[in-house]
């Protein structure tokens, strides 16, 4: 429920004698989207987003959650009128109603601040189950509570569906930084009354991304640990960079950008909740963006925030090939585009699911070599909602919300969810 698999040999594989239940997620870039082996089921209740796979695949079934409707059927009796004596006593018979029952289910609570023994009580109420639970460390703020869950609160499901939860260890816990053979940490800290001379430890974080970034080891994670500022940034290699469920800012100055990535070719770089601001705004289109990705090989943004830029919101025009997904958040009030991608001389590949865009000059541009899908966004209030110059591909699913702008612009090829 609710995932996004890419660059995977199999999105979604239903093994020998296992059923699969497969709802919204969102499948592409795979060798294969779905698929099944021998004596396998995948069931898809059809609100799957699936596409740009080698082999898309299909479903060996698919579940219908809402009943089709029906057409009333009337039925004429004949009248048939029959005299008979009036009886000596008058008996009044009540007919007995048996209620409907109405099926249960769970209906996601909020989580999202309480300890692990309030978090049962809430599910059990709400006819959830508790699913995994993750311990890792985040605000000390949040000592021994959820600070993030999936489904999210809301979301109505079957009865007895699995809520997973992160959720911060108690003071007592230890969680130490591990130390790469290469040099520099697996993991690493910041805060806002870090200082860049600290080993960007838990308990001696350092104050930027920048100065966290250049003690952390390839493939490694900065984490977050309290709101603050933290940027502008540049990105050199393979790293995840979490908010961890803080308010964590960049601030940019005007025609400068935000977030950099000048990665080697192949590396894998992930941002996950920031917000990424020109405090000034933009009047008019000009340099300066939210996101760039100059080099790199793989591109994750999940709950960004990119406004105010008088380029993009999100640049893609990278000197070698790139996939890009892009998961939630807001990318609004940019004077260029919302989403640039382009690459004239290869290809750039992106997926844009469950977005906002509003405000932007063009919500969202492919250029020459790029290939966009968009599903489950909202793009509202740009003054072209979407644009496909030269060689630039659309592509989107049924599930977008595209109204309210200036011109939507160019029509993109329909996906079809399955």
């Keep these: 429920?609710?995932?996004?698999?890419?660059?995977?040999?199999?999105?979604?594989?239903?093994?020998?004698?296992?059923?699969?239940r497969a709802t919204r997620n969102t499948v592409v870039r795979n060798a294969t989207g779905l698929g099944t082996e021998t004596g396998g089921q995948l069931q898809s209740f059809g609100d799957n987003r699936v596409g740009g796979n080698i082999t898309d695949g299909a479903p060996t079934a698919e579940l219908n959650p809402v009943p089709a409707p029906t057409t009333p059927t009337t039925t004429t009796t004949a009248t048939t009128t029959v005299a008979t004596p009036a009886p000596a006593t008058t008996t009044t018979t009540t007919p007995t109603t048996t209620p409907i029952k109405a099926a249960v289910t769970c209906r996601v609570p909020w989580l999202v601040g309480l300890t692990l023994a309030q978090v049962r009580k809430a599910l059990a109420g709400s006819h959830c189950k508790l699913g995994t639970v993750s311990r890792r460390v985040t605000s000390r703020i949040h000592d021994g509570r959820a600070y993030r869950q999936s489904p999210k609160a809301g979301r109505t499901a079957a009865?007895?569906?699995?809520?997973?939860?992160?959720?911060?260890?108690?003071?007592?816990?230890?969680?130490?930084?591990?130390?790469?053979?290469g040099g520099g940490a697996t993991r690493t800290w910041v805060s806002g009354v870090g200082d860049d001379a600290n080993p960007c430890s838990r308990t001696a974080p350092c104050l930027t991304f920048n100065g966290a970034l250049a003690k952390t080891a390839t493939g490694g994670t900065?984490?977050?640990?309290?709101?603050?500022?933290?940027?502008?940034?540049?990105?050199?290699?393979s790293v995840t960079i979490d908010a961890a469920g803080n308010p964590a800012t960049v601030l940019a100055t005007p025609g400068s950008n935000g977030v950099t990535v000048n990665a080697p070719a192949g590396a894998v770089v992930t941002l996950r909740g920031l917000t990424i601001v020109n405090p000034g705004g933009c009047t008019t289109g000009g340099t300066g963006n939210g996101v760039t990705m100059g080099t790199g090989g793989t591109l994750h943004l999940e709950d960004v925030v990119t406004t105010g830029f008088a380029g993009a919101g999100v640049s893609l025009a990278p000197s070698g090939n790139l996939v890009a997904t892009i998961q939630g958040g807001r990318i609004d009030g940019n004077c260029t585009a919302g989403i640039s991608a382009t690459r004239p001389s290869g290809s750039v590949d992106v997926s844009v699911v469950e977005a906002q865009l509003t405000g932007d000059a063009i919500g969202i541009l492919a250029g020459d070599g790029a290939t966009v899908r968009v599903g489950g966004s909202t793009l509202s209030s740009d003054t072209t909602a979407l644009s496909a110059p030269g060689t630039g591909v659309l592509q989107a699913w049924s599930d977008n919300a595209i109204s309210g702008n200036g011109a939507d612009g160019a029509t993109p090829t329909a996906l079809k969810l399955i």
Excluded at 1 to 20: S, W
Excluded at 225 to 230: A, I, R, T, W
């Design 1 to 20: 429920d609710h995932n996004m698999l890419t660059g995977d040999g199999t999105g979604i594989l239903a093994g020998a004698g296992a059923t699969v």
């Design 159 to 181: 009865n007895g569906t699995k809520v997973g939860i992160s959720i911060h260890p108690t003071s007592k816990s230890k969680v130490k930084a591990k130390t790469a053979v």
């Design 222 to 237: 900065v984490d977050v640990l309290d709101p603050g500022s933290y940027g502008p940034a540049t990105v050199d290699g």
